[in-house]
């Protein structure tokens, strides 16, 4: 039997590309492999809030209160030099958008909570030029406040006002300084950490803590059986401006 | 050859200006003295040997921020196995309790201005402060 130079050729060329299209293939399919992220053992923390119990008790305060003790939080009472982790937010502001012709005669001074809301797509950090804000694993949008420039991109990229820069020195204008927890200084931004450092101890954010009406409930959202899954099955909630994509992962009971 | 001896004494009243910081801190004695430090006296162990401490405690301490606060790692393993919480304020100070006897003293001598207690506190100051 012979074999012409033309079948020799095109049995040759079909087999080099059965070959390169085997090995892209195989290539592709590892890559998939280790994209896939490893199952039980992630932690993403959420908070769940209920504003009606919030309201339950008329301008408390403890869950501010606590958490401008243990982190240091300075009291300016000028607006314009205002230091905020946590407070509260009029309804029709913190839920822009959300407002209609009766809103203000059902919440008229009817505060709802607000503090940085550990989006899951967080534009602070894609605009902060020194990584001194970036997502931790646990969805925890960390400061650090060593590497803060204070060039303040972040500030306007937080389409929730979360974020606070430090105008002026803190240090004296802090009523009862906490050595455990450091102060910031001048030219530095800060914000709510969803208390990373008691959460390493095991404890829960202070906020949480300080609530005399169990209103905000801490947790972790990749356990199918925390509170705050099983509040979020239960309830209709809603988030802060979900519509920009950011993923807030504070969650409000409504 | 007839301005030799105006040349060697301005000369030697040259050296002896450019030189004057050496012998006037020969003469009061302060810079051959190393600094004296308060050593804490509840504590007689640190988390690693003098001589490490004295060279990079600095380093150890950058090493520690960053392990803190950027990789959420607290816990420092010391040579001996011992494990120690990484903080300046909640380890390093429990023992080194007089900050302005031991690193302000030597920091002093040194000519350093370290810049972590423009935030970090130290607890003497608040309970001064109270008290």
């Known amino acids: ?254 | 050859m007839r301005d030799r001896g105006l040349i060697f004494t301005g000369l030697v009243l040259f050296l002896g200006l450019i030189t004057f910081p050496v012998w006037y801190n020969l003469a009061s004695g302060t810079s051959s003295k190393p600094p004296e430090l308060k050593l804490p006296t509840a504590e007689k162990q640190c988390v690693a040997p003098t001589e490490t401490m004295r060279m990079s405690h600095m380093e150890m301490l950058i090493t520690w921020r960053d392990q803190v606060v950027r990789q959420n790692d607290r816990t420092y393993v010391a040579a001996d196995g011992k494990r120690y919480d990484m903080s300046l304020t909640n380890t390093c100070l429990k023992c080194h309790d007089n900050k302005a006897e031991f690193c302000d003293k030597c920091h002093d001598y040194a000519g350093v201005k370290p810049y972590c207690w423009d935030c970090h506190i130290d607890p003497k100051l608040v309970q001064r402060s109270k008290g």
């Open chain 1, 1 to 254: 039997m012979t074999i012409h130079r033309r079948t020799f050729l095109g049995v040759a060329g079909l087999s080099a590309v059965a070959l390169a299209g085997k090995s892209t293939i195989g290539a592709l399919a590892k890559a998939g492999e280790e994209a896939a992220p490893a199952a039980g053992t992630a932690t993403r923390w959420a908070m769940v809030i209920d504003p009606q119990r919030c309201l339950r008790k008329e301008g408390c305060k403890d869950c501010i209160g606590a958490c401008d003790k243990v982190h240091n939080v300075p009291l300016f009472q000028d607006k314009d030099h205002e230091v905020k982790w946590i407070w509260k937010e009029p309804f029709e502001n913190a839920f822009t958008g959300e407002e209609n012709p009766y809103t203000a005669e059902a919440l008229k001074d009817k505060p709802v909570l607000v503090f940085c809301n550990h989006c899951d797509n967080p534009p602070c950090v894609r605009v902060c030029p020194t990584k001194a804000t970036w997502k931790r694993e646990d969805g925890i949008v960390m400061m650090d406040w060593h590497r803060c420039i204070g060039c303040r991109y972040c500030m306007a990229a937080c389409p929730y006002g979360s974020r606070s820069f430090n105008w002026l020195d803190p240090r004296p204008r802090i009523p009862a300084l906490d050595p455990e927890f450091p102060t910031r200084t001048k030219g530095v931004v800060e914000k709510c950490t969803f208390c990373e450092e008691r959460l390493a101890k095991g404890e829960q954010p202070a906020c949480v803590e300080a609530c005399p009406e169990k209103a905000l409930v801490f947790g972790n959202l990749d356990d199918p059986a925390s509170e705050v899954r099983s509040l979020l099955r239960e309830h209709f909630t809603i988030r802060r401006k979900p519509e920009l994509g950011t993923q807030p992962e504070i969650y409000y009971i409504v």
